[in-house]
């Protein structure tokens, strides 16, 4: 009779599984989108390699605190480091030009760490020039080809109308006959 008692107990049992919400993590909202990151990152080296801006990387001098014991021995170990900032930087170049073979992963660190020196050099006072945004080349491209399209047009037009025409010139003619 037990055994009865506790079958007929066990099917009074529902089993309920009760399932937790996953709730996805709350980003706060961002300042720059990564396509803008992108964006400044590119304007930013496309200007340096074009030369419309110049970053002074921190010298030796710089790098090294000076010393009684510096001023002494004329090899400062911190050169090197002057070296290794901007090899750092050049190969950080290379990887986001392609250059360098690379992951997605790599590439997209790459970009994150020239945008960091970007705003290092930049609160630094690092970078002498304006970066120019590649919205104002192609403004200033296409207002070359259209300043080019008139130039053609002003060229024809006075060519039309400095041109003397045959009609005309037969017409002055009789005139000048008569």
């Given at each position: 009779m037990s055994n009865q008692k506790n079958s007929a107990d066990d099917k009074k049992i529902i089993s309920v599984r009760i399932k937790r919400k996953t709730e996805l993590p709350v980003t706060p909202p961002v300042l720059y989108s990564k396509q803008e990151v992108r964006r400044f990152v590119n304007e930013f080296v496309s200007s340096w390699i074009r030369g419309d801006i110049v970053i002074r990387f921190p010298t030796a001098a710089e790098l090294g605190k000076k010393t009684p014991l510096s001023l002494v021995f004329p090899h400062d170990p911190s050169v090197s480091?002057?070296?290794?900032?901007?090899?750092?930087?050049?190969?950080?170049?290379?990887?986001?030009?392609?250059?360098?073979?690379?992951?997605?992963?790599?590439?997209?660190?790459?970009?994150?760490?020239?945008?960091?020196?970007?705003?290092?050099?930049?609160?630094?006072?690092?970078?002498?020039?304006?970066?120019?945004?590649?919205?104002?080349?192609?403004?200033?491209?296409?207002?070359?080809?259209v300043i080019q399209n008139q130039v053609k047009l002003v060229d024809q037009i006075t060519k039309f109308l400095f041109t003397p025409k045959k009609s005309v010139k037969k017409s002055k003619q009789k005139k000048l006959n008569n």
């Open positions: 480091a002057e070296l290794k900032i901007k090899e750092y930087y050049i190969d950080l170049l290379s990887v986001v030009a392609g250059i360098k073979p690379s992951s997605v992963e790599q590439q997209e660190k790459a970009i994150d760490e020239i945008f960091k020196m970007m705003l290092m050099f930049r609160s630094a006072n690092r970078i002498e020039g304006k970066i120019i945004s590649n919205e104002i080349e192609k403004r200033v491209q296409k207002i070359e080809e």
